[in-house]
Protein backbone atom coordinates (compact mmCIF):
# COMPACT_ATOMS: atom_id res chain seq x y z
CA UNK A 1 0.00 0.00 0.00
CA UNK A 2 1.61 3.00 -1.15
CA UNK A 3 1.29 6.67 0.63
CA UNK A 4 -1.09 9.14 -0.70
CA UNK A 5 0.61 12.13 -2.26
CA UNK A 6 -0.89 15.71 -3.07
CA UNK A 7 -1.36 14.45 -6.46
CA UNK A 8 -4.48 12.53 -5.19
CA UNK A 9 -6.37 15.92 -4.92
CA UNK A 10 -4.11 17.73 -7.72
CA UNK A 11 -5.93 15.77 -10.80
CA UNK A 12 -9.42 16.18 -8.96
CA UNK A 13 -9.41 20.13 -7.97
CA UNK A 14 -9.44 20.51 -11.29
CA UNK A 15 -12.66 19.52 -12.11
CA UNK A 16 -15.90 20.74 -11.30
CA UNK A 17 -17.25 19.24 -7.72
CA UNK A 18 -20.94 18.64 -8.17
CA UNK A 19 -20.85 17.22 -4.44
CA UNK A 20 -22.05 13.92 -3.07
CA UNK A 21 -23.18 11.29 -5.15
CA UNK A 22 -25.91 10.86 -2.22
CA UNK A 23 -27.76 14.08 -3.61
CA UNK A 24 -28.05 12.38 -7.05
CA UNK A 25 -29.03 9.02 -6.22
CA UNK A 26 -32.05 9.02 -8.96
CA UNK A 27 -29.82 10.62 -11.90
CA UNK A 28 -27.14 8.01 -10.43
CA UNK A 29 -29.24 4.90 -10.80
CA UNK A 30 -30.43 6.16 -14.07
CA UNK A 31 -27.03 6.74 -15.38
CA UNK A 32 -25.26 2.94 -13.71
CA UNK A 33 -28.75 1.15 -14.46
CA UNK A 34 -27.36 -0.80 -17.29
CA UNK A 35 -23.44 -0.71 -16.03
CA UNK A 36 -22.67 -4.20 -16.26
CA UNK A 37 -20.74 -3.54 -12.77
CA UNK A 38 -24.02 -2.90 -10.73
CA UNK A 39 -25.86 -6.52 -12.31
CA UNK A 40 -26.83 -7.45 -9.16
CA UNK A 41 -26.66 -4.33 -6.95
CA UNK A 42 -30.06 -3.51 -5.42
CA UNK A 43 -31.84 -0.29 -4.98
CA UNK A 44 -30.49 0.04 -1.44
CA UNK A 45 -27.24 -0.92 -2.08
CA UNK A 46 -26.38 1.80 -4.71
CA UNK A 47 -27.89 3.85 -2.22
CA UNK A 48 -26.06 3.33 0.46
CA UNK A 49 -22.98 3.33 -2.06
CA UNK A 50 -23.76 6.56 -3.50
CA UNK A 51 -23.16 8.30 -0.26
CA UNK A 52 -19.45 7.20 -0.45
CA UNK A 53 -18.87 8.56 -3.70
CA UNK A 54 -18.47 11.72 -5.19
CA UNK A 55 -19.50 13.42 -8.20
CA UNK A 56 -17.22 15.30 -10.83
CA UNK A 57 -17.72 16.77 -14.23
CA UNK A 58 -15.21 17.53 -16.30
CA UNK A 59 -14.59 19.79 -19.53
CA UNK A 60 -13.67 18.12 -22.88
CA UNK A 61 -9.41 17.67 -22.90
CA UNK A 62 -9.60 17.90 -19.25
CA UNK A 63 -7.75 14.97 -17.39
CA UNK A 64 -9.04 13.20 -14.95
CA UNK A 65 -6.70 10.18 -14.30
CA UNK A 66 -2.40 11.02 -14.82
CA UNK A 67 -0.47 8.35 -15.53
CA UNK A 68 2.30 7.85 -13.02
CA UNK A 69 0.27 10.05 -10.17
CA UNK A 70 0.11 8.49 -6.53
CA UNK A 71 -3.58 8.17 -6.00
CA UNK A 72 -6.37 6.09 -5.13
CA UNK A 73 -9.79 6.45 -6.56
CA UNK A 74 -11.41 4.81 -8.72
CA UNK A 75 -14.21 5.86 -10.96
CA UNK A 76 -17.78 5.55 -12.58
CA UNK A 77 -18.43 7.37 -16.02
CA UNK A 78 -21.80 8.94 -15.61
CA UNK A 79 -21.98 10.50 -18.43
CA UNK A 80 -19.62 11.40 -21.65
CA UNK A 81 -16.56 9.75 -22.83
CA UNK A 82 -13.46 9.35 -21.74
CA UNK A 83 -10.07 8.62 -23.71
CA UNK A 84 -7.08 6.62 -22.02
CA UNK A 85 -3.66 7.12 -23.40
CA UNK A 86 -0.13 6.02 -22.20
CA UNK A 87 2.82 6.84 -22.73
CA UNK A 88 5.11 4.44 -24.82
CA UNK A 89 8.94 3.46 -24.55
CA UNK A 90 9.86 6.49 -26.60
CA UNK A 91 7.86 9.54 -24.30
CA UNK A 92 5.49 9.20 -27.02
CA UNK A 93 1.44 9.18 -25.88
CA UNK A 94 -0.93 6.62 -27.70
CA UNK A 95 -4.28 6.67 -27.26
CA UNK A 96 -5.55 3.01 -26.50
CA UNK A 97 -9.02 3.05 -26.13
CA UNK A 98 -12.00 5.12 -25.08
CA UNK A 99 -14.70 4.25 -22.65
CA UNK A 100 -18.57 5.61 -22.19
CA UNK A 101 -21.25 5.55 -19.46
CA UNK A 102 -21.04 3.07 -17.11
CA UNK A 103 -17.27 2.18 -17.66
CA UNK A 104 -15.12 2.02 -14.27
CA UNK A 105 -11.75 3.03 -14.46
CA UNK A 106 -8.84 3.33 -12.25
CA UNK A 107 -9.46 0.16 -10.28
CA UNK A 108 -5.68 -1.07 -10.04
CA UNK A 109 -4.31 1.85 -7.87
CA UNK A 110 -7.18 2.19 -5.93
CA UNK A 111 -6.68 -1.16 -5.07
CA UNK A 112 -2.88 -1.79 -4.74
CA UNK A 113 -1.86 2.12 -4.48
CA UNK A 114 0.89 1.69 -7.13
CA UNK A 115 1.24 4.94 -9.62
CA UNK A 116 -1.09 4.88 -12.92
CA UNK A 117 -1.08 3.22 -15.35
CA UNK A 118 -2.51 5.42 -17.88
CA UNK A 119 -4.20 9.07 -18.29
CA UNK A 120 -7.33 9.60 -18.93
CA UNK A 121 -8.46 12.69 -20.76
CA UNK A 122 -12.60 13.65 -21.33
CA UNK A 123 -13.39 13.41 -24.53
CA UNK A 124 -16.56 15.78 -24.34
CA UNK A 125 -18.51 16.92 -21.22
CA UNK A 126 -18.29 14.15 -19.07
CA UNK A 127 -19.69 13.45 -15.56
CA UNK A 128 -17.57 10.74 -12.76
CA UNK A 129 -18.54 9.60 -9.73
CA UNK A 130 -15.33 8.84 -7.59
CA UNK A 131 -15.04 6.20 -5.74
CA UNK A 132 -11.74 6.14 -3.18
CA UNK A 133 -9.99 3.77 -1.25
CA UNK A 134 -10.69 5.51 1.72
CA UNK A 135 -14.75 4.98 0.96
CA UNK A 136 -13.93 1.11 0.69
CA UNK A 137 -12.08 0.49 3.45
CA UNK A 138 -15.27 2.21 5.53
CA UNK A 139 -18.00 0.42 3.45
CA UNK A 140 -15.96 -3.33 4.57
CA UNK A 141 -15.96 -2.17 8.25
CA UNK A 142 -19.32 -0.75 8.09
CA UNK A 143 -21.42 -2.22 5.50
CA UNK A 144 -19.80 -5.80 5.40
CA UNK A 145 -21.94 -7.17 2.97
CA UNK A 146 -22.41 -4.48 0.50
CA UNK A 147 -18.46 -4.74 0.99
CA UNK A 148 -18.33 -8.27 0.07
CA UNK A 149 -20.77 -7.24 -2.67
CA UNK A 150 -18.21 -5.03 -4.22
CA UNK A 151 -14.97 -6.32 -3.53
CA UNK A 152 -16.49 -9.61 -5.61
CA UNK A 153 -17.55 -7.26 -8.55
CA UNK A 154 -13.78 -6.08 -8.15
CA UNK A 155 -12.22 -9.51 -8.63
CA UNK A 156 -14.24 -10.74 -11.03
CA UNK A 157 -13.48 -7.23 -13.49
CA UNK A 158 -10.01 -7.79 -13.03
CA UNK A 159 -10.24 -11.29 -13.26
CA UNK A 160 -12.15 -11.06 -17.05
CA UNK A 161 -9.12 -8.23 -17.94
CA UNK A 162 -6.54 -10.35 -16.89
CA UNK A 163 -7.65 -12.98 -19.48
CA UNK A 164 -8.64 -10.80 -22.28
CA UNK A 165 -5.20 -9.25 -21.92
CA UNK A 166 -3.36 -12.44 -21.63
CA UNK A 167 -5.21 -13.90 -24.71
CA UNK A 168 -4.05 -10.47 -26.59
CA UNK A 169 -0.46 -11.05 -25.03
CA UNK A 170 -0.28 -14.87 -26.04
CA UNK A 171 -1.45 -13.79 -29.47
CA UNK A 172 1.29 -11.26 -29.89
CA UNK A 173 3.71 -13.61 -28.36
CA UNK A 174 2.73 -15.89 -31.45
CA UNK A 175 2.39 -13.39 -34.28
CA UNK A 176 6.13 -12.56 -32.93
CA UNK A 177 7.28 -16.46 -32.97
CA UNK A 178 5.22 -17.27 -36.81
CA UNK A 179 7.14 -14.07 -38.45
CA UNK B 1 -20.93 -17.54 -13.57
CA UNK B 2 -20.69 -21.07 -15.60
CA UNK B 3 -22.69 -24.27 -14.17
CA UNK B 4 -19.91 -26.82 -12.91
CA UNK B 5 -19.11 -30.16 -14.91
CA UNK B 6 -18.06 -33.22 -13.56
CA UNK B 7 -14.28 -32.35 -15.02
CA UNK B 8 -14.26 -30.29 -12.03
CA UNK B 9 -13.99 -33.57 -10.23
CA UNK B 10 -12.07 -35.37 -12.42
CA UNK B 11 -8.57 -33.86 -11.86
CA UNK B 12 -8.66 -33.71 -8.47
CA UNK B 13 -9.94 -37.39 -8.61
CA UNK B 14 -6.75 -38.75 -10.15
CA UNK B 15 -4.70 -37.37 -7.15
CA UNK B 16 -3.82 -38.57 -3.86
CA UNK B 17 -6.55 -37.08 -1.28
CA UNK B 18 -4.78 -36.09 2.00
CA UNK B 19 -8.06 -35.23 3.50
CA UNK B 20 -9.11 -32.19 4.88
CA UNK B 21 -6.48 -29.08 5.43
CA UNK B 22 -7.45 -28.69 8.83
CA UNK B 23 -5.56 -31.82 9.89
CA UNK B 24 -2.77 -30.32 8.84
CA UNK B 25 -2.80 -26.52 9.69
CA UNK B 26 0.60 -26.67 11.09
CA UNK B 27 2.08 -27.76 8.15
CA UNK B 28 0.36 -25.50 6.23
CA UNK B 29 1.36 -22.65 8.85
CA UNK B 30 5.13 -23.28 8.30
CA UNK B 31 4.22 -23.93 4.49
CA UNK B 32 2.60 -20.92 4.00
CA UNK B 33 4.40 -19.23 6.70
CA UNK B 34 6.51 -17.32 3.85
CA UNK B 35 3.63 -17.00 1.16
CA UNK B 36 2.57 -13.24 0.20
CA UNK B 37 -0.61 -13.80 -0.34
CA UNK B 38 -1.23 -14.79 4.02
CA UNK B 39 1.29 -11.90 4.64
CA UNK B 40 -1.60 -10.24 7.06
CA UNK B 41 -3.08 -13.34 8.19
CA UNK B 42 -3.27 -14.19 11.33
CA UNK B 43 -2.59 -17.65 12.56
CA UNK B 44 -6.27 -17.87 13.66
CA UNK B 45 -7.56 -16.71 10.36
CA UNK B 46 -5.46 -19.50 8.41
CA UNK B 47 -6.78 -22.10 11.24
CA UNK B 48 -10.48 -21.41 10.39
CA UNK B 49 -9.15 -20.83 6.60
CA UNK B 50 -7.92 -24.91 6.75
CA UNK B 51 -10.83 -25.87 7.41
CA UNK B 52 -12.14 -25.03 4.03
CA UNK B 53 -9.63 -26.74 1.80
CA UNK B 54 -8.58 -29.62 1.01
CA UNK B 55 -5.11 -30.94 0.43
CA UNK B 56 -3.84 -33.21 -2.15
CA UNK B 57 -0.50 -35.20 -3.53
CA UNK B 58 0.07 -34.93 -7.00
CA UNK B 59 3.05 -37.19 -8.50
CA UNK B 60 5.18 -36.12 -11.28
CA UNK B 61 3.49 -35.37 -14.53
CA UNK B 62 0.41 -35.51 -13.07
CA UNK B 63 -2.12 -32.75 -14.44
CA UNK B 64 -3.48 -30.79 -11.45
CA UNK B 65 -5.30 -28.05 -13.60
CA UNK B 66 -6.66 -28.77 -17.52
CA UNK B 67 -6.89 -25.82 -19.79
CA UNK B 68 -10.66 -25.77 -20.97
CA UNK B 69 -11.93 -27.33 -18.05
CA UNK B 70 -14.79 -26.02 -16.07
CA UNK B 71 -13.67 -26.44 -12.71
CA UNK B 72 -13.85 -23.59 -10.15
CA UNK B 73 -11.15 -23.88 -7.52
CA UNK B 74 -8.03 -22.25 -6.90
CA UNK B 75 -4.82 -23.82 -4.98
CA UNK B 76 -1.87 -22.87 -2.79
CA UNK B 77 1.61 -24.96 -3.98
CA UNK B 78 2.10 -26.31 -0.95
CA UNK B 79 5.37 -28.33 -1.99
CA UNK B 80 7.35 -28.98 -5.16
CA UNK B 81 6.97 -27.08 -8.10
CA UNK B 82 4.24 -26.59 -10.90
CA UNK B 83 4.48 -26.22 -14.68
CA UNK B 84 2.12 -24.25 -16.71
CA UNK B 85 1.51 -25.14 -19.90
CA UNK B 86 -0.73 -23.66 -22.75
CA UNK B 87 -1.72 -24.71 -26.15
CA UNK B 88 -1.02 -21.96 -28.83
CA UNK B 89 -3.16 -21.25 -31.76
CA UNK B 90 -1.39 -24.36 -34.01
CA UNK B 91 -2.50 -26.33 -30.87
CA UNK B 92 1.26 -27.12 -29.61
CA UNK B 93 1.74 -27.29 -26.15
CA UNK B 94 4.36 -24.33 -24.82
CA UNK B 95 5.61 -24.43 -21.42
CA UNK B 96 4.75 -20.16 -20.15
CA UNK B 97 6.45 -20.65 -16.85
CA UNK B 98 7.12 -22.72 -13.46
CA UNK B 99 6.29 -22.04 -10.00
CA UNK B 100 7.00 -23.36 -6.54
CA UNK B 101 6.02 -23.39 -2.86
CA UNK B 102 3.57 -20.45 -1.51
CA UNK B 103 2.51 -19.39 -5.47
CA UNK B 104 -1.61 -19.48 -5.72
CA UNK B 105 -2.91 -21.10 -8.84
CA UNK B 106 -6.15 -21.03 -10.95
CA UNK B 107 -7.81 -17.77 -9.10
CA UNK B 108 -9.46 -16.68 -12.72
CA UNK B 109 -11.50 -19.69 -12.86
CA UNK B 110 -12.65 -19.67 -9.31
CA UNK B 111 -13.77 -16.33 -9.64
CA UNK B 112 -15.43 -16.02 -12.80
CA UNK B 113 -16.40 -19.84 -13.61
CA UNK B 114 -14.84 -19.42 -16.73
CA UNK B 115 -12.77 -22.66 -18.32
CA UNK B 116 -9.27 -22.89 -17.65
CA UNK B 117 -6.95 -20.76 -19.26
CA UNK B 118 -3.46 -22.99 -18.60
CA UNK B 119 -2.65 -26.48 -18.37
CA UNK B 120 -0.95 -27.43 -14.30
CA UNK B 121 1.57 -30.42 -14.39
CA UNK B 122 3.63 -31.50 -11.49
CA UNK B 123 7.31 -31.00 -12.13
CA UNK B 124 7.98 -33.01 -9.28
CA UNK B 125 5.88 -34.84 -5.80
CA UNK B 126 3.50 -31.67 -5.02
CA UNK B 127 1.31 -30.99 -2.42
CA UNK B 128 -1.74 -28.47 -2.90
CA UNK B 129 -4.18 -26.94 -0.67
CA UNK B 130 -7.34 -26.43 -2.89
CA UNK B 131 -9.88 -23.26 -2.47
CA UNK B 132 -13.62 -24.19 -4.26
CA UNK B 133 -15.62 -21.09 -5.04
CA UNK B 134 -18.17 -23.06 -2.65
CA UNK B 135 -16.07 -22.57 0.30
CA UNK B 136 -15.36 -18.64 -0.54
CA UNK B 137 -19.22 -17.99 -0.65
CA UNK B 138 -19.36 -19.99 2.34
CA UNK B 139 -16.58 -17.88 4.52
CA UNK B 140 -17.98 -14.84 3.07
CA UNK B 141 -21.30 -15.61 4.55
CA UNK B 142 -20.48 -16.86 8.10
CA UNK B 143 -17.32 -15.21 8.36
CA UNK B 144 -17.63 -11.78 6.81
CA UNK B 145 -14.15 -10.31 8.03
CA UNK B 146 -11.82 -13.79 6.73
CA UNK B 147 -14.34 -13.28 3.60
CA UNK B 148 -13.10 -9.54 3.21
CA UNK B 149 -9.51 -10.73 4.06
CA UNK B 150 -9.33 -13.06 1.06
CA UNK B 151 -10.98 -10.86 -1.22
CA UNK B 152 -9.01 -8.13 -0.46
CA UNK B 153 -6.38 -10.49 -1.02
CA UNK B 154 -7.64 -11.72 -4.09
CA UNK B 155 -8.11 -8.53 -5.90
CA UNK B 156 -5.02 -7.06 -4.62
CA UNK B 157 -2.86 -10.01 -6.54
CA UNK B 158 -5.35 -9.85 -9.66
CA UNK B 159 -4.65 -6.05 -9.73
CA UNK B 160 -1.10 -6.46 -9.23
CA UNK B 161 -0.96 -9.12 -12.36
CA UNK B 162 -3.10 -7.61 -14.76
CA UNK B 163 -0.68 -4.59 -14.68
CA UNK B 164 2.39 -6.92 -15.22
CA UNK B 165 0.50 -8.34 -18.18
CA UNK B 166 -0.58 -5.02 -19.31
CA UNK B 167 3.34 -3.78 -19.33
CA UNK B 168 4.21 -7.05 -21.35
CA UNK B 169 1.66 -7.02 -23.66
CA UNK B 170 2.32 -3.00 -24.35
CA UNK B 171 6.39 -3.92 -24.65
CA UNK B 172 5.47 -6.16 -27.48
CA UNK B 173 3.28 -3.92 -29.00
CA UNK B 174 5.80 -1.36 -29.00
CA UNK B 175 8.71 -3.95 -30.27
CA UNK B 176 6.74 -4.89 -33.58
CA UNK B 177 5.22 -1.65 -34.18
CA UNK B 178 9.16 -0.88 -34.27
CA UNK B 179 10.44 -3.82 -36.31
Redesign the interface.
Known amino acids: MTENTSSSNYVLRQLVSLGSASSMVEIILKMLGHAQFFDDFTMDDIVMLSKFMAVYRAEPGQTIIREGDHDDYMLFILQGRISIV?T??NGERRAMTSVGPGATLG??SM??G?PR?ATCIAIDTTTIAVFARDSMVKI?MEE??L??KI??K???L??????E??V?????????NT?
Do not use: C, N, Y
Not at 158 to 163: A, C, G, M, T, V
Open positions: KDGEMIDEFIPAGSLILVTLSQRLRTSSLLQHLERSV
